[in-house]
């Protein structure tokens, strides 16, 4: 599938137009508003990876990648949302073909919120599991159709999918950034989930589906996961330039002194090279076929990408002065936004790092 084949790049320039009109009030009501909701499911978003069997696009990840740049310029924590949507929805397609079938029972487009972390008890049961506990930080929940819960059980970790009316939301999300996200926890009660709607978090990671043999679905998670959340971060970092830019210009009246210019040529030499690295990335994934050492390097340049944004983001609001600190600053919001998005573990430096030298330490080039 080509990039033009889905039309999500355009579908997704026109959400970003709403949903920056709308980020105030997202930021405020910490999450999105409801039809900034449905202009991200009308995009196609939640259908990208869904499986063709289930009318979904089996897509690629540069377009899904270009898709969120251009939509976090607009608004991050609406980037971060549509990237969930996709994401999960390429998570649930790991699941055996019943789950799938309830899952996407309705169409290819329900909204599905994920917990990576593992959490709360899951008991053997006749046919399955019961659930219980709580689990933070599902991006989108309150809006989810359903909800993948990680859990740990004997034999590793497992992607448990949960229906809406079978877990409540609760209101934890008061972070610095990123408020629109709505990221909040999940509570479940001995709620039962029959074995064909759980999935190993081992099958994800290492990306071969017993189900599709569309590359989205056959690509190891490290291969994508960074480059994919750094995405919404770069997104709002090119738009904190351009204001700060057109900030710095009034200021001077139309010429920058020299250490304005140094910082306008850093910055925007930095975030060009967190795309590049980033795009590479999802180019190689989209191929096919992605190594252990594939998808170690990608994790790794995500993590630098990240490293490069969230500096870059820091010195154009050091340099904005008390306007830039103003609680109705544009920057103020983008600065915390982008510094709170690259805090995510899959963009960690100390993580990704450590998976990089392992795969040159089992095969070391030659000396000399």
């Given at each position: 599938m080509t990039l033009s084949e889905t039309g999500l790049?355009?579908?997704?320039?026109?959400?970003?137009?709403?949903?920056?009109?709308?980020a105030a009030e997202a930021e405020e009501e910490r999450r999105l508003p409801e039809d900034v909701i449905a202009a991200l499911i009308d995009a196609?978003?939640?259908?990208?990876?869904?499986?063709?069997?289930?009318?979904?696009?089996e897509a690629t990840f540069t377009e899904l990648r270009q898709a969120l740049l251009n939509l976090g310029e607009s608004c991050a924590s609406a980037s971060w949302c549509a990237l969930i949507l996709a994401t999960s929805g390429r998570m649930a397609a790991y699941l055996p073909p019943e789950g799938q079938a309830e899952v996407w029972r309705r169409g290819p487009d329900a909204a599905?919120?994920?917990?990576?972390?593992?959490?709360?008890?899951?008991?053997?049961?006749?046919?399955?599991?019961?659930?219980?506990?709580?689990?933070n930080f599902l991006s989108a929940v309150d809006f989810s159709d359903w909800a993948l819960l990680c859990v740990g059980v004997p034999g590793g970790p497992s992607f448990f999918a949960v229906p809406r009316d079978a877990f409540r939301v609760k209101k934890t999300w008061f972070n610095l950034g990123m408020?629109?996200?709505?990221?909040?926890?999940?509570v479940a009660q001995d709620v039962f989930v029959p074995h064909h709607r759980s999935v190993p978090w081992s099958t994800l990671l290492?990306?071969?589906?017993?189900?599709?043999?569309?590359?989205?679905?056959?690509?190891?998670?490290a291969a994508v996961a960074g480059p994919l959340f750094a995405t919404p971060a770069l997104g709002s970092a090119r738009a904190m330039l351009r204001a700060w830019t057109g900030t710095m210009l009034a200021k001077a009246e139309g010429s920058l002194p020299p250490p304005a210019q140094q910082a306008l040529a850093r910055a925007g030499a930095e975030l060009d090279a967190a795309d590049l690295v980033t795009e590479r990335a999802l180019d190689l994934a989209?191929?096919?076929?992605?190594?252990?050492?594939?998808?170690?390097?990608?994790?790794?340049?995500?993590?630098?990408?990240?490293?490069?944004?969230?500096?870059?983001?820091?010195?154009?609001?050091?340099?904005?002065?008390?306007?830039?600190?103003?609680?109705?600053?544009?920057?103020?919001?983008?600065?915390?936004?982008?510094?709170?998005?690259?805090?995510?573990?899959?963009?960690?430096?100390?993580?990704?790092?450590?998976?990089?030298?392992?795969?040159?330490?089992?095969?070391?080039?030659?000396?000399?």
């Open positions: 790049i355009e579908a997704a320039d026109a959400a970003a137009k709403l949903a920056g009109e709308r196609g978003f939640a259908r990208h990876f869904v499986p063709a069997g289930h009318g979904g696009y599905i919120a994920a917990a990576l972390v593992p959490s709360g008890t899951a008991e053997a049961a006749p046919g399955g599991w019961r659930l219980s506990g709580e689990w408020r629109g996200t709505g990221s909040n926890s999940v290492q990306g071969g589906s017993e189900h599709s043999d569309a590359i989205c679905h056959q690509t190891p998670l989209d191929l096919g076929g992605c190594t252990p050492e594939t998808a170690a390097r990608n994790a790794r340049d995500a993590s630098l990408a990240a490293e490069l944004t969230r500096a870059t983001a820091n010195r154009l609001f050091e340099s904005g002065g008390s306007q830039a600190q103003r609680d109705t600053s544009v920057l103020q919001r983008q600065w915390r936004d982008i510094l709170t998005a690259t805090s995510h573990a899959a963009l960690r430096f100390d993580l990704t790092s450590g998976m990089y030298a392992k795969t040159v330490e089992a095969a070391p080039p030659p000396a000399g």
